[in-house]
């Protein structure tokens, strides 16, 4: 049914020059689709039937690759490269060199000859879809699905990292037909309705038209007489598997990894698709996480904030450090203790934020209760009352 992609100048349908660049061929195409696209031609076949060979000609050399393989098809067409005389007279069932006949559809399907071992459907075969030729479709490869999902780890698990087992659920190739859509021993045919390229090419409207999917075939490209039982037709059923996961260390709640190949299987020979899993960080008892910090509230006196004091305060995973709190020093005051927080990328580590908190006693027994009456008495002199600036008045 393609055979005849190779008598056709895509070229001359086009209007430009077989050297045209590749702004002059889709310059070429949107003016002449936008003259007889069929929303601007009702009732005009004439017209329909011209949109749509200028859409056949632009899918082919509007695509460099295929452009290639076009140009070179026309190449041995028109020099005879073909086996009895392709160019000369023995095309499509006509005798050729020697009174013999050929069909081109027969040469494409064969293997070896002028195509070399593979044939010359396997030089082709690809040009459009891959679809060339009824015998040589061949299913493309396609990749697999991204599969999401979601993993609680433990805090000092995401600090220093740690390898996870995931049980997934995703769609693979239907075991039952492997992936064909097709009832075990059926026949496979080409799909009538792509013929075997696995897309259609429809006007969405304008000047420009878009390749999609086949519904017919789902892009595998060919169809079956009766279809596979236990995924429908579709070549796609559910499967279930465990794989083991390394999560990096300084992994962050709530961040999302990217896990490459470990997604749903692809068909037909594409790869696995991608897994995505988002990082849930469970709470530690004591520290926090800022950046690449830690954070840590540490409960402090009054009497230690005022006097000054030195104190010991823990760090995860290590021994305890001692924290010198000068005289003075403010409620909620943030001290740094370098080198004790989460691991970074290129192996040093962040700090630990130590934040002095005043813990106020709900019960006070009598020796406390006088000592903290006389530091009343001994405040209530003082010069500047407590809480003078809040009455004062704007300027």
Known sequence: ???????????????????????????????????????????????????????????????????????????????????????????????????????????????????????????????????????????????????????????????????????????????????????????????????????????????FSMSQTCPSCGGRQLVYDEACPTCHGSGRAASSRTIQARIPAGVKDGQRIRLRGKGGSGEHGGPAGDLFVTVKVSPHRLFGRKDDHLTLDVPVGFDELALGAEIRIPTLGGSPVTLKIPAGTPNGRTFRVRGKGAERADGTRGDLLATVEVQVPAVLNAEVRAALEALRSAQAGASTPLRANLFETAG
Not at 82 to 104: H, M, S, V, W, Y
Not at 157 to 166: E, F, H, K, M
Not at 192 to 203: K, L, R, S
């Open 1 to 207: 049914m393609r055979a005849d992609w190779a008598q056709k100048d895509f070229y001359a349908v086009l209007g430009v020059a077989k050297d045209a660049t590749n702004d002059q061929i889709k310059k070429a195409y949107r003016k002449l689709a936008r003259e007889n696209h069929p929303d601007s031609n009702p009732g005009d076949t004439a017209k329909h039937d011209r949109f749509k060979a200028v859409a056949e000609a632009y899918d082919v050399v509007g695509d460099p690759d295929k452009r290639a393989k076009y140009d070179e098809l026309r190449r041995l067409h028109a020099s005879g490269g073909f086996p009895g005389g392709f160019g000369g007279g023995g095309f499509g069932g006509r005798p050729g060199a020697g009174g013999q006949t050929f069909d081109l559809d027969d040469l494409l399907r064969q293997g070896g000859g002028a195509g070399g071992a593979g044939g010359i459907g396997d030089m082709f075969g690809d040009l459009f879809g891959g679809g060339f030729g009824r015998g040589r479709a061949r299913p493309r490869a396609t990749k697999g699905p991204d599969v999401e999902t979601t993993a609680t780890i433990g805090f000092t698990d995401a600090l220093d990292g740690v390898t996870i087992s995931l049980r997934l659920t995703a769609d693979a190739p239907c075991g039952t037909c492997d992936g064909s859509g097709g009832k075990p021993g059926t026949k496979p045919h080409v799909c009538p309705e792509c013929d075997g390229a696995g897309t259609i090419v429809n006007g969405v409207g304008g000047a």
